[in-house]
């Protein structure tokens, strides 16, 4: 699951780590749903329209897209906006807000870490004389 290249050589794992944060970020918002404490929370189709930009950009995830990680990070700070002011705001639902800010936050890291080797090699292929490849 961990192993692999994208298309460009670089490792797949950074992926792979992005599509286990944004799946513990709909876990987080679906336990939030059935066990959340506060009088005031998402549920039903609000749970749902919260989630779909999570659960759209997963299958590009798999596939190792790069322009899919891009808005997946974009995704991912959009969930840590949202549960980490709720974290602030609803103390009856701290946890699982805490659980989806610790989720998001490794998925965008790891979209971060993915993006700075993407630029490197990408800069190091753009260097190199005709016919050399840099490797991943």
């Not at 749902?48 to 995704?75: F, Q």
């Not at 490794?106 to 005709?130: D, E, G, V, Y």
Request: without cysteine; positive net charge; proline residues 7%.
């Amino acid at each position: 699951m961990f192993t692999g290249h994208t298309s460009e050589g670089l490792p797949i794992w950074p992926l792979r780590v992005m599509l286990l944060g944004l799946l513990g970020v709909v876990a987080g918002y679906i336990g939030l749903w059935f066990a959340g404490q506060a009088e005031i929370r998402p549920t039903g189709l609000t749970t749902i329209l919260m989630l779909l930009p999570a659960i759209v950009v997963l299958p590009g995830l798999w596939r190792g897209h790069y322009k899919t990680m891009i808005w997946a990070a974009l995704v991912a700070l959009f969930y840590l906006l949202i549960s980490a002011t709720d974290a602030w705001a609803v103390a009856a639902d701290r946890g699982w807000h805490l659980w989806i800010a610790a989720t998001s936050t490794l998925a965008f890291l790891a979209a971060w870490w993915h993006s700075i080797k993407r630029r490197r090699f990408l800069k190091a292929r753009n260097t190199m004389p005709p016919g050399h490849d840099p490797g991943p």
